[in-house]
């Protein structure tokens, strides 16, 4: 429990009004930009998220706009951020808000949690950044803080941990503006209390547990994460015209929706090419590798051995990189190894 909830309050928001971050969403109460931006900040660095998020606001300036467009089309805004089941929620949940509540954004934390794409953490933040509802939204940088603050010694990636975190706080975010508390809590863990935390910068230093007993290192208390799961392929950039072959992941592989460049898990090269002459009738003129790549998702590891392979006829579909539906980060960037 914290013990003055007032002066926590107090002192983490006047913190956060000096040091925030100028960042395009905080300009703003707009419940659809919120949302758009926590969306786009799941598992993606401040850095990144940012130029995707004006972009994005651009070509879909309102919840209505973004209803309106097709997946294919919201997957090319998408393309290089990652983590691509975030942009067909982001649409299906600006559907259900035009379709289930006349283009206007619930506030209820419960409510705004049925939208596809939405979880716990993401509602709360939402209500209380966009409507001041006092629901604490706690998530992994919350967790840290905290977990060294209070302390509190247990696994932190549980939910009903988080729950429980969530009431620890509720007497402190009803002492303050619920907007500002949840962006302070937000902004201590990604600029103070990381990893290695900033103590000597931290509005919360003279009560918290872990700094009087230089225990940061063992709090939050997380166990230890499961190996990625690792796959191999052989990758092949197919040209015909100036023009590659591309085809759609199906519904349930990893990165549905997307197009890629075949590829395929065999033993060897030979196997490997083979099947692929077989699937898409090629006459080939040349083959030259394009090296080794490798891509890490959140649970997967990918590596492919990746070849340009001309050709003079062939089946499938092909576009030129400047026309294609979404290419994924880890198959983008294996064109930057072709030579022009
Ligand atoms: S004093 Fe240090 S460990 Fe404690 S909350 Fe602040 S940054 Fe984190």
Redesign the pocket.
Known sequence: MIEDPKSFAKALCDWYRDHKRDLPFRKTKDPYKIFLSELMLQQTRMETAVPYYERFLRRYPDVKTLAESSEAEVLKHWEGLGYYRRAKHILQAAKTVCETHNGVFPEDARELETLKGVGRYTARAIASIAFNHPAAAVDGNVM??MS??LPFEKDARKTKHMKEIERILAPAIEKETPSDFTQAMME?GAL???KN???G?????GE????KHNA?DR?PVLPAKKPKLEESYYTFLVLKDGRYLLRAQSANDLLSGMHLFPQYRTDTFEEAFSRLCKEYDLNIDSVETLGRHKHIFSHKIWRMQAYLVKTREGDGDYYSLENAPALPTAHKKIVSSVKK
Do not use: D, G, S
């Open positions: 840290r803080v060294r603050y201590l103070v209390c990381k935390p900033l103590c910068e931290c509005p919360l230093q918290c547990f872990a700094h940061y709090l």
